[in-house]
């Protein structure tokens, strides 16, 4: 689960190393900028936030534990968690679809496969939109899953949820998706 | 189950993913000096701890002394109501000298019983005084009958009696005097303190009236009962 590189760099920031340091910077630094920034509204927020997020790791690395999760996955966590964190903290008012009257679980599989499934440029760009109407968490759910490409298992890991929640999340983000593209699309 | 079939979506939402993917591209990218701003704020709070650390490092030995120092000074002062200089003991002497007040007791005590008398001294050495019988003078009319002789040794008889009575202190006729605002202790400004046999005096006095009192209330409660029980 962790290289020899990795063990090495765990072991070098245990040890409180500037070079240990910089390395992580430089390995994991792309990784979380992109996390936070997904979340946040503005990039100088997330600025903010990662820098938050590596003084956390350098300062609980005595915390990780290999047997549990992967050190990148360890820091998704970090980084997930200061995000929503900060969200939660600032109370930026944001606007996002909410599947209030239960219209969205109303869809059939068979309709939301037939728009998120056949290779369209058109719904790409209506989905691209409809990603924006998306409540954070929720983009970043279906990001981990379907771009980081991340098991649902180190999913639930970083959103400290079950699995099963995470799948239940996954399908209905699904659904919402279909509900706000249909909803555009009128 | 559930998880193939979630594994099957990941790669059937073809539109999905590049929908994500394109979003992902068009995120905005990370600024140049972000790591190195991040590595000089590290810098900073290393510099922070090693500071936070040398600081806790003098101040240690100086708590450590100070509670030395507050131990010693906790076993070595003895406390309170211990005998330093004899300082304690010579207190409850001032005190017994500085407040004997035998007079005014017995002016309280007076005042108790509402018998009030000329001067308060003579009040507290009035002695006993033995009246002696008096017999009549004029014989009774059962005893008028007797002899001539009785009624001369009769007569020879009150005269020494007459002469003692008259011998008799002045004082022991007791004229009934009423008391005066400056017998009452209390309105006297050199009588606000109280010595202790006075105020046990008062003590027994309260709890006196409040035993009276109670009694009162009980014959009262009872005098009720028995009128309830008789209607």
Same mark, same amino acid.
């Given at each position: 689960?962790?290289?020899?590189?990795?063990?090495?760099?765990?072991?070098?920031?245990?040890?409180?190393?500037?070079?240990?340091?910089?390395?992580?910077?430089?390995?994991?630094?792309?990784?979380?900028?992109?996390?936070?920034?997904?979340?946040?509204?503005?990039?100088?927020?997330?600025?903010?936030?990662?820098?938050?997020?590596?003084?956390?790791?350098?300062?609980?690395?005595?915390?990780?534990?290999?047997?549990?999760?992967?050190?990148?996955?360890?820091?998704?966590?970090?980084?997930?968690?200061?995000?929503?964190?900060?969200?939660?903290?600032?109370?930026?008012?944001?606007?996002?679809?909410?599947?209030?009257?239960?219209?969205?679980?109303?869809?059939?599989?068979?309709?939301?496969?037939?728009?998120?499934?056949?290779?369209?440029?058109?719904?790409?760009?209506?989905?691209?939109?409809?990603?924006?109407?998306?409540?954070?968490?929720?983009?970043?759910?279906?990001?981990?899953?379907?771009?980081?490409?991340?098991?649902?298992?180190?999913?639930?890991?970083?959103?400290?949820?079950?699995?099963?929640?995470?799948?239940?999340?996954?399908?209905?983000?699904?659904?919402?998706?279909?509900?706000?593209?249909?909803?555009?699309?009128? | 189950?559930?998880?193939?079939?979630?594994?099957?979506?990941?790669?059937?939402?073809?539109?999905?993913?590049?929908?994500?993917?394109?979003?992902?591209?068009?995120?905005?990218?990370?600024?140049?000096?972000?790591?190195?701003?991040?590595?000089?704020?590290?810098?900073?709070?290393?510099?922070?701890?090693?500071?936070?650390?040398?600081?806790?490092?003098?101040?240690?030995?100086?708590?450590?002394?100070?509670? !030395? &120092?507050?131990?010693?000074?906790?076993? =070595?002062?003895?406390? /309170?109501?211990? +005998? $330093? #200089?004899? @300082? %304690?003991?010579?207190?409850?002497?001032?005190?017994?000298?500085?407040?004997?007040?035998?007079?005014?007791?017995?002016?309280?005590?007076?005042?108790?019983?509402?018998?009030?008398?000329?001067?308060?001294?003579?009040?507290?050495?009035?002695?006993?005084?033995?009246?002696? !019988? &008096?017999?009549?003078?004029?014989?009774? =009319?059962?005893?008028? /009958?007797?002899? +001539? $002789? #009785?009624? @001369? %040794?009769?007569?020879?008889?009150?005269?020494?009696?007459?002469?003692?009575?008259?011998?008799?202190?002045?004082?022991?006729?007791?004229?009934?005097?009423?008391?005066?605002?400056?017998?009452?202790?209390?309105?006297?400004?050199?009588?606000?303190?109280?010595?202790?046999?006075?105020?046990?005096?008062?003590?027994?006095?309260?709890?006196?009236?409040?035993?009276?009192?109670?009694?009162?209330?009980?014959?009262?409660?009872?005098?009720?009962?028995?009128?309830?029980?008789?209607?």
């Amino acid at each position: 689960m962790v290289t020899d590189i990795e063990t090495n760099m765990i072991e070098g920031l245990k040890e409180g190393s500037p070079k240990a340091q910089q390395m992580m910077v430089e390995r994991y630094g792309r990784h979380v900028f992109n996390q936070v920034v997904r979340l946040l509204p503005s990039v100088e927020d997330a600025e903010e936030v990662y820098q938050d997020v590596f003084l956390k790791v350098f300062l609980n690395i005595n915390r990780y534990e290999e047997e549990k999760s992967s050190f990148k996955t360890w820091v998704s966590r970090i980084a997930y968690n200061e995000s929503i964190t900060w969200l939660r903290h600032k109370r930026q008012q944001m606007i996002y679809f909410e599947d209030e009257d239960g219209e969205a679980e109303r869809l059939s599989e068979a309709e939301v496969e037939a728009t998120l499934g056949h290779s369209d440029p058109e719904t790409v760009q209506l989905i691209r939109a409809a990603l924006k109407h998306l409540p954070p968490e929720e983009r970043s759910l279906i990001t981990m899953f379907y771009y980081e490409e991340m098991s649902v298992k180190d999913i639930a890991y970083v959103a400290d949820s079950p699995p099963n929640t995470i799948g239940s999340k996954l399908f209905r983000t699904r659904k919402k998706l279909c509900k706000i593209i249909q909803m555009l699309q009128s | 189950m559930k998880e193939d079939y979630i594994e099957t979506l990941r790669q059937q939402d073809t539109n999905l993913r590049d929908a994500i993917k394109l979003e992902e591209e068009a995120l905005p990218p990370m600024p140049a000096d972000l790591n190195a701003r991040l590595m000089q704020r590290m810098e900073e709070e290393r510099a922070k701890v090693i500071a936070k650390r040398r600081r806790s490092r003098l101040l240690w030995p100086l708590v450590a002394a100070a509670c !030395v &120092v507050a131990m010693i000074a906790v076993f =070595l002062t003895p406390p /309170k109501g211990t +005998d $330093k #200089d004899g @300082a %304690t003991a010579r207190e409850p002497v001032a005190m017994k000298v500085e407040k004997p007040k035998p007079e005014k007791k017995a002016v309280q005590q007076e005042a108790a019983q509402i018998v009030p008398t000329p001067s308060e001294e003579k009040v507290a050495e009035q002695p006993k005084v033995k009246r002696p !019988v &008096v017999k009549p003078t004029q014989p009774l =009319l059962a005893q008028e /009958k007797p002899v +001539d $002789k #009785d009624i @001369a %040794t009769e007569e020879a008889a009150t005269e020494p009696i007459a002469e003692n009575t008259a011998a008799e202190p002045p004082h022991t006729e007791m004229a009934t005097v009423t008391l005066t605002e400056r017998d009452i202790p209390i309105t006297r400004p050199e009588n606000y303190k109280y010595t202790p046999e006075e105020l046990a005096l008062m003590k027994q006095q309260a709890n006196e009236a409040f035993l009276k009192w109670v009694e009162l209330e009980l014959e009262i409660s009872k005098y009720t009962l028995e009128k309830m029980a008789q209607k």
